[in-house]
């Protein structure tokens, strides 16, 4: 893509140089300083960019290659590592442990107690909430300006996020992005939930970031607020989650630690 634009940029010059009455004399050096300018970030529209490098920047975020959280539950921790360029995944519980190898997802049940969950719908779920709103610079994804939040007195401008056929589990799933006009940081998403079911959901669910943390130069959540809702609109906070012992690296782990154990069922 850089040789495109590299190429591009010569012919524009080249055609400046010939209309101008007086030709300057643009050197090699600075040339080199345009096309050497990061410009990933130029396939995104402006609006999402504008968050994105509020919580630091995509670029830095696609630099990273291990993320890890835990959340603590009733029945205990519950501890997530992702390989952010395989997407393979690790939940670690007191009761069972969760894998996917980027190929095959595995359920390993502890001392006889028997998983009751759903993990083709809990794989990726916790990752994807906690990701914000960096995983929606993901391939196959579609923006457009949506209609405002406005929330105890404070209007927070939207962005409707949907995917293509055949992304991810649940392509029919809708985001809205809702952020500080001013910042540009996200304060609030919006989501429906459309596994298992023939079709797309109206009802959006609403959760509020609004508790960051900085690591290793990137904004996250430190925790987030489920809410109520009516009317697609948030009513009052449900629930908090928290995030601890958050890790983020540009170091890749071993891939053997997602590997299914012999001891492990598939999930089909």
């Known amino acids: 893509m850089k040789k495109t634009i590299y190429v591009c940029l010569l012919a524009v010059v080249a055609m400046a140089c010939k209309n101008e009455a007086k030709q300057d004399t643009i050197t090699p050096t600075e040339v080199e300083a345009v096309t050497t300018k990061d410009i990933s970030t130029s396939i995104y529209p402006e609006a999402i960019t504008k968050v994105f490098d509020a919580h630091g920047g995509i670029d830095a975020w696609n ?4 993320l890890s959280f835990t959340i603590t539950k009733p029945t ?12 393979a995944e690790l939940i670690e519980t007191p009761t069972y442990s969760q894998g996917f190898d980027g190929e095959t997802l595995w359920i390993n049940e502890k001392d006889g107690n028997a998983y009751k969950g759903k993990p083709q719908f809990y794989k990726g779920l916790m990752f994807y909430f906690y990701g914000m709103p960096f995983v929606f610079g993901d391939n196959g994804i579609s923006y457009e300006e949506t209609e405002s939040l406005v929330f105890e007195g404070k209007t927070y401008p939207g962005i409707l996020i949907s995917y293509e056929a055949g992304v991810g589990e649940s392509s029919d ?8 006009a001013e910042t540009g940081q996200m304060e609030w998403l919006a989501y429906t939930v459309t596994f298992g079911k023939p079709e797309g959901s109206p009802d959006f669910h609403f959760i509020r970031y609004n508790n960051w943390q900085t690591v290793n130069g990137l904004v996250i959540p430190k925790s987030i607020d489920w809410y109520n809702y009516e009317n697609n609109l948030p009513t009052e906070k449900r629930n908090t989650v928290e995030f601890t012992d958050v890790v983020l690296s540009e170091e890749a782990l071993d891939m053997s630690m997602f590997s299914r154990p012999e001891s492990a069922k598939v999930i089909d």
Do not use: A, C, S, V
């Open 76 to 87: 205990g921790k519950e501890k997530t590592t992702k390989d952010l360029k395989t997407r």
């Open 173 to 180: 799933d809708q985001y809205k992005i809702f952020y500080d």
């Open 63 to 66: 630099k990273m290659h291990t």
